[in-house]
């Protein structure tokens, strides 16, 4: 936690990037678009392909973002690889478009979850109400 508060403090402000509201609403539109491009593509492109072509437009996009902080930040990755391929791991890749939708309105639950067993953040009455309210 103390290396997070470190980097909050040290990094610069980078105008749109660094408006959470904007970011979390940019993550739901992204995520809607991917499961309607998954639903209109099925019995079109076959699914390995479509899984490629998702996952390498993902990283070509993000790469310019996230290539200097990788690189800064790869000790602390490097030193909890574990958690993170625990968090990759209980994610999804395999699901049909119902069953992303119902894995994406189930994410605040995740994070609750996470919160809980990695940070030790209890849930307490007004996180779930703020939830419920989005």
């Keep these: 936690m103390a290396e997070a508060d470190a980097y909050s403090r040290g990094r610069k402000h980078w105008g749109l990037l660094d408006q959470p509201y904007l970011l979390l609403s940019l993550t739901s539109l992204f995520w809607a678009i991917n499961t309607i491009v998954g639903r209109l593509s099925a019995g079109h492109i076959p699914p390995l392909t479509l899984a490629c072509l998702r996952w390498g ?37 395999a699901y049909n478009a119902i069953n992303g939708l119902l894995m994406q309105s189930s994410a605040p639950l995740f994070v609750a979850l996470w919160s809980f067993l990695l940070l030790g953040e209890r849930l307490t009455l007004r996180r779930p109400a703020a939830s419920a309210s989005r």
């Design 57 to 93: 437009g993902a990283f070509v996009i993000l790469l310019p973002f996230a290539a200097l902080p990788l690189a800064r930040d790869w000790p602390t990755i490097r030193k909890h690889i574990g958690t993170l391929a625990l968090l990759a791991f209980s994610g999804f890749s």
